[in-house]
C-alpha cells in the first residue's frame, strides 16, 4: 500500500510563492506517474500537473508557466512550486499517484490548503 503526505501549504498574497512537498511511502514499485490536483470550494477536482516516473511533464493551460512540478526519487517525494499565485488558485490542492498501467490515479493525499489573498 501506498501513502501520500503533502506538506506546504498556507496563505501567500497574489503575486507570492509556495512549495508543495508530497512525500509518498510504500512500495515505490507500484508508483508510476504522479500529480497534484486540486479543488476549490464549489468546483470539481481538477489536475493541476503530473510527472511520470521517466520525468515527464504535464500541466494544465492555467497553470503553465507558473507552476513546476518535480520529482525525487531518491527522497521519495514529489514537489509542486507555484510562483505568480493568483486568488484563483486558492484551493485544497491533493498529491496522487497511479500504478504502471493504470488509467485512473490510485492513490491520494488527505490535501493541503493554499490560499491567496488579492
Known amino acids: 500500500q501506498v501513502q501520500l503526505v503533502e506538506s506546504g501549504g498556507g496563505l501567500v498574497q497574489a503575486g507570492g510563492s509556495l512549495r508543495l512537498s508530497c512525500v509518498y511511502s510504500?512500495?515505490?514499485?507500484?508508483?508510476?506517474?504522479m500529480g497534484w490536483y486540486r479543488q476549490a470550494p464549489g468546483r470539481q477536482r481538477e489536475v493541476v500537473a503530473t510527472?511520470?516516473?521517466?520525468?515527464?511533464?504535464n500541466y494544465a493551460d492555467s497553470v503553465k508557466g507558473r507552476f513546476t512540478i518535480s520529482r525525487d526519487n531518491a527522497k521519495n517525494t514529489v514537489y509542486l512550486q507555484m510562483n505568480s499565485l493568483k486568488p484563483e488558485d486558492t484551493a485544497v490542492y491533493y498529491c496522487?499517484?497511479?500504478?504502471?498501467?493504470?488509467?485512473?490515479?490510485?492513490?491520494w493525499g488527505e490535501g493541503t490548503l493554499v490560499t491567496v489573498s488579492s
Open positions: 496522487s499517484a497511479k500504478r504502471p498501467g493504470a488509467v485512473i490515479m490510485n492513490y
Open positions: 510504500g512500495s515505490s514499485f507500484s508508483i508510476n506517474t
Open positions: 510527472v511520470t516516473s521517466g520525468g515527464s511533464t
